[in-house]
């Protein structure tokens, strides 16, 4: 074996045909492209969904509903999620920044305490909003509530 009779492994090369490359190439003129429309001029990219003139399935399909741009989006915690809290980390107040400390709240989200369990320490929360079975729950315990 010697420099002048290397090859590369049999399948591990992949010759590409170049395209408008001239007649002798067999893949000039029209470099595949067929002969006339927009497909073949350069310069072409069609719009996404777009089905060839057929109305697209985005404009064929109804609409209907209403997104109302100014809702807020609050995340539910509920009480027995704060108890769970509160027994495994020895919390001396519910806020959202113990919220996201402890995994329950995204950076940019709000939070609503929800009624669901029952709390068994006296406890502060402050929260952006609270449902009136949580404020009551949190209030019978000597607890209290703030708004945010």
């Given at each position: 074996?010697?420099?002048?009779?290397?090859t590369?492994?049999?399948?591990?090369?992949?010759?590409?045909?170049?395209?408008?490359?001239?007649?002798?190439?067999?893949?000039?003129?029209?470099?595949?492209?067929?002969?006339?429309?927009?497909?073949?001029?350069?310069?072409?990219?069609?719009?996404?969904?777009?089905?060839?003139?057929?109305?697209?399935?985005?404009?064929?399909?109804?609409?209907?509903?209403?997104?109302?741009?100014?809702?807020?989006?609050?995340?539910?915690?509920?009480?027995?999620?704060?108890?769970?809290?509160?027994?495994?980390?020895?919390?001396?107040?519910?806020?959202?920044?113990?919220?996201?400390?402890?995994?329950?709240?995204?950076?940019?989200?709000?939070?609503k305490?929800?009624?669901?369990?029952?709390?068994?320490?006296?406890?502060?929360?402050?929260?952006?909003?609270?449902?009136?079975?949580?404020?009551?729950?949190?209030?019978?315990?000597?607890?209290?509530c703030?708004?945010?």
């Open positions: 074996m010697s420099l002048n009779n290397l590369p492994a049999k399948g591990s090369v992949k010759r590409q045909r170049r395209i408008g490359r001239g007649e002798g190439s067999g893949y000039g003129g029209t470099a595949t492209r067929g002969h006339n429309g927009a497909k073949s001029r350069s310069g072409y990219s069609k719009k996404i969904g777009f089905e060839g003139g057929q109305m697209p399935l985005q404009r064929r399909v109804p609409k209907y509903g209403f997104n109302n741009i100014n809702r807020k989006e609050y995340k539910a915690v509920n009480l027995d999620v704060i108890q769970e809290l509160i027994d495994r980390k020895d919390v001396s107040e519910i806020n959202p920044e113990v919220l996201r400390e402890n995994g329950l709240l995204g950076n940019r989200e709000q939070v305490i929800l009624g669901r369990g029952e709390l068994n320490a006296k406890i502060n929360v402050k929260a952006h909003r609270f449902s009136a079975s949580a404020k009551a729950g949190i209030e019978a315990k000597g607890g209290d703030t708004e945010i």
